[in-house]
C-alpha cells in the first residue's frame, strides 16, 4: 500500500464515508408512518424490513471470504457503497412493499466497509490501529445523528391526531422521495472525495495459511469472535428499547425520548474514540503479537466491566422513571463501544499476513450472527414481559464476554501457531 498521503486525513474520511452510510440506512426507521400508510401495510409488516437490512448485514460478512470483497481495495468500497446508495435511489419509487423489502437486505452490505477498512489501517499503523479504529467507527454513531436530523428537516412529521393520515402522506411523498435521493447523491459525493484522498492496494484472496488450514478450522477464531457477540447484542437493541421504554414511561414528553437516545449515540460515539485511543496507548508498549492482543483484551475487558455498572445504573433508573439517572446510565453504557476497536483491530494483529483481511470477515460474522437474534429476543420477547426482563437480558451480556475474553486470552494466537509471531515495525 502507498504510504504517501497522510494517514490521519485517510481516518477522517474512511469516517465521513461511514457516517453517510449509516445516515441513509437510519432514515428508514423515521418514515415508518409513511410507509405504512402509503402501502397499505401493518406494523409487524413494516418490520419486515428491518429483518432484511439485519440479514444483508449478515450476509455481508458471509460474502467478505468470497471474491466479492477481494481484489482492488477502492473496488470492493465502491461495490458496498453502491449496494446501500442505489436502492437509496429506488425506494420511494418502489410499487410494491416486498420490493422495499427486498432491496433494504442490500443495504445491509453497507456493513463489508468496516472489515475493509480494518485492512486498510493494518497497513497504515501498527499501535495506532485501535485509535485509528475507534475513529472510523464512531462514524456509525455520528451517522445515526445526521440521518435522524436529516430525515426531520426534510421529511415533514405527521401529526398524531391527524385523521386522514393517508391525504397528508399522499401531499408530502415528494418530500420523502427527494430526501432519499439527496442522501443517495451526498453518500457518492462524498465516495468521490474518498476515492481522491485514499491509495488502492490489493486484497488477497485465500482459503487458508500455508498450510491449508482454514480460519474457519481454527478454535481461537470461534471463541474470540463470540467474546464480540455480548457488545452487538446491546449495541443493536440498546436504542431501540430505550425509544420504546422512553416512551412508555414519559408518553407526553417526546423530548425525553430524543435525548436519551442521543445520549445513547453520543456515548457511544465519543466511547469508541476514547477507549481507541487507550488501546493505542497500551499497544505501543509492546508490538508484539501477543502484546498487541494483550491491549486489545485489556481494552474490551474494561469497557465490559463499566459497561455493567451503566447497566446497573440505567435498569434502575427506568424502573423508577429518573430521567437525570436514566442519562446517566446511557451516557456509561456507551462505553460498550469502547470494545469495538480493539475487536477490529485484532484480525491484523492476531493471524498470519497471508490471511487476516479473510480472518476480520470471519471475526465480524460470528460477532454479528447476534443480529440474528438480539432484536427478536430483546425487542419482542423480552421488552414484551417489562424493563426488568428485557434488562436482565442486557445485563448478562457484559459477564459473558468477560467469561470468552479470559478464555481467548489463554489460547495460542493463529499466528504463533504459523511461527509468525514477530514484532512489527510502523510504516
Do not use: C
Not at 144 to 158: C, D, E, M, R, V
Not at 215 to 222: D, S
Not at 223 to 244: E, H, K
Not at 346 to 364: D, E, H, M, N, V
Amino acid at each position: 500500500m502507498e504510504m504517501g498521503r497522510n494517514r490521519w486525513l485517510v481516518v477522517l474520511i474512511d469516517t465521513l464515508l461511514l457516517t453517510v452510510g449509516f445516515a441513509g440506512m437510519t432514515m428508514m426507521g423515521l418514515v415508518q408512518g409513511y410507509m405504512t400508510e402509503h402501502y397499505g401495510i401493518s406494523s409487524s409488516s413494516f418490520s419486515l424490513q428491518g429483518t432484511a437490512y439485519v440479514i444483508g448485514i449478515f450476509v455481508a460478512f458471509l460474502l467478505g471470504g468470497t471474491r466479492l470483497f477481494k481484489g482492488s481495495f477502492k473496488r470492493s468500497a465502491l461495490l458496498v457503497v453502491s449496494f446501500a446508495a442505489i436502492p437509496q435511489f429506488i425506494i420511494p419509487y418502489v410499487g410494491n412493499w416486498y420490493g422495499v423489502v427486498a432491496l433494504r437486505f442490500f443495504q445491509g452490505f453497507i456493513v463489508a466497509l468496516i472489515p475493509l477498512f480494518s485492512t486498510q489501517i493494518a497497513g497504515m499503523f501498527v499501535a495506532e490501529r485501535p485509535f485509528a479504529k475507534g475513529i472510523i467507527l464512531s462514524g456509525i454513531f455520528w451517522g445515526g445523528i445526521f440521518g435522524t436530523q436529516f430525515a426531520k428537516a426534510l421529511i415533514p412529521s405527521i401529526p398524531p391526531k391527524l385523521k386522514d393520515k393517508l391525504a397528508f402522506v399522499t401531499a408530502h411523498w415528494s418530500s420523502l422521495q427527494h430526501a432519499f435521493i439527496l442522501m443517495g447523491i451526498i453518500m457518492y459525493a462524498v465516495l468521490a472525495l474518498w476515492w481522491v484522498l485514499t491509495d488502492d492496494f490489493v486484497i488477497p484472496h485465500r482459503s487458508g495459511t500455508k498450510k491449508g488450514k482454514s480460519v474457519w478450522k481454527m478454535p481461537f477464531t470461534w471463541v474470540f469472535g463470540f467474546s464480540f457477540f455480548p457488545a452487538l447484542w446491546i449495541i443493536f437493541t440498546i436504542i431501540q428499547f430505550s425509544n420504546n421504554s422512553a416512551n412508555s414511561i414519559w408518553p407526553n414528553e417526546t423530548w425525553r425520548t430524543a435525548m436519551l437516545v442521543n445520549v445513547l449515540n453520543v456515548s457511544m460515539g465519543i466511547w469508541s474514540i476514547i477507549m481507541g485511543f487507550i488501546g493505542y496507548r497500551l499497544s505501543v508498549r509492546n508490538t508484539s503479537s501477543r502484546g498487541l492482543f494483550k491491549a486489545i483484551v485489556s481494552v474490551m475487558l474494561s469497557s465490559y466491566a463499566v459497561t455493567f455498572i451503566g447497566l446497573l445504573i440505567y435498569w434502575r433508573a427506568l424502573s423508577v422513571g429518573n430521567f437525570g439517572l436514566a442519562l446517566l446510565g446511557a451516557a456509561i453504557v456507551g462505553i460498550v463501544q469502547g470494545t469495538g476497536p480493539a475487536f477490529w483491530t485484532s484480525a491484523p494483529a492476531t493471524y498470519p499476513k497471508s490471511i487476516f483481511p479473510q480472518a476480520s470477515f470471519a471475526l465480524g460474522l460470528i460477532s454479528n450472527s447476534s443480529n440474528a437474534v438480539a432484536p427478536v429476543v430483546v425487542l419482542q420477547i423480552l421488552a414484551g414481559r417489562g424493563i426488568d426482563a428485557a434488562m436482565m437480558g442486557f445485563i448478562v451480556m457484559p459477564i459473558l464476554g468477560i467469561v470468552l475474553l479470559i478464555t481467548a486470552s489463554r489460547m495460542r494466537l493463529p499466528v504463533e501457531m504459523e511461527g509468525e509471531a514477530e514484532s512489527e515495525t510502523a510504516s
